[in-house]
């Protein structure tokens, strides 16, 4: 099992000792209605900030905000001086346009890189900010000691929050990437060629064990309450194939939230002029 828990502590540590020698570090999130899985996540990320010494504004708006009240709020911390670093929740309610708002977000204070600049950044292979879930993939295979220059590596989901990013950062680590969904024809066959599979669909025990190459590394991104409690989308059974694997709850999900606190530290160093950020 790889133990991401352990591994995300160390990051925090660093993310810690790394804060202390800068100016106080601004993280605003933006939370509109009142999800209640958006409500936990906002909470886990406000505690860590506090941890490691960021100081996180929460910004409340209810289910009834239109889109133009929304675009407003988040221009109002792009000009804040206090804040490095802005992340909207997602999903948004109905009739708020997801694409309108990440292009309103400053894309030096975009943490999250769902900005249209940042995304390009990716897809050029000059990422600036890089969704803190995909790097937390990446962070993990090289905790590990994943070879992946000439692997065979599987994603499998194509949001732009995971799938999309996950396949680039793997794509320029020098794997052979192959990105699968929904209309994918044979996911089974696909799987079973894979050195390394990303899994990343919400799909509780989708990846099972006689899908999975003996040895493969298989990371496990997903994750759904059940009445059985928190399951990702690989099946147990596939302890019994996998050389590597993430639990759920314990492996991508507390390294997805130290990997944030590393991006809002490069928020604070690109605003203070200490790490260049690209022309815009």
């Known amino acids: 099992m790889m133990d991401g828990k352990a591994l995300a502590a160390r990051i925090r540590e660093e993310v810690a000792a790394e804060v202390a020698g ?28 506090t941890e490691v010494g960021i100081v996180s504004r929460d910004v409340r708006l209810p289910a009834a905000t239109t889109e133009a009240e929304l675009v407003e709020r988040v221009r109002e911390l792009n000009a804040a001086g206090s804040i490095d670093g802005i992340l909207v929740q997602l999903p948004l309610p109905d009739g708020i346009d997801e694409a309108r708002i990440t292009a309103a977000i400053d894309p030096m204070k975009d943490v999250d890189g769902l900005h249209p600049f940042n995304a390009g950044q990716l897809l050029l292979g000059r990422p600036t900010y890089v969704g803190a879930t995909p790097v937390a993939v990446l962070a993990l295979l090289d905790a590990y000691a994943v070879e992946l220059a000439g692997a065979s590596a599987v994603v499998i989901g194509r949001s732009d929050i995971v799938g999309k990013p996950a396949a680039l950062l793997l794509l320029q680590r020098h794997a052979t990437v192959t990105i699968c969904h929904s209309r994918t024809r044979d996911l089974a066959a696909e799987v079973a060629r894979a050195d390394v599979v990303v899994a990343a669909v919400g799909a509780p025990g989708l990846v099972q064990a006689d899908w999975v190459k003996a040895g493969a590394t298989v990371i496990d991104v997903g994750i759904t309450r059940t009445e059985a409690g928190l399951v990702g989308d690989v099946a147990p059974n596939v302890e019994q194939r996998a050389g590597l694997l993430t639990p759920v709850p314990g492996g991508v999900g507390p390294m997805t939230i130290a990997m944030l606190l590393r991006n809002a530290v490069k928020a604070a160093r690109y605003r203070a002029g200490t790490l260049a950020f690209p022309a815009s």
């Not at 209605?33 to 860590?48: E, F, M, N, Q, T």
């Open 22 to 49: 800068l100016s106080p570090i601004g993280l605003a999130t933006v939370l509109v209605g009142d999800d209640p899985a958006s409500d936990v996540y906002i909470r886990l990320k406000h505690k860590a900030s």
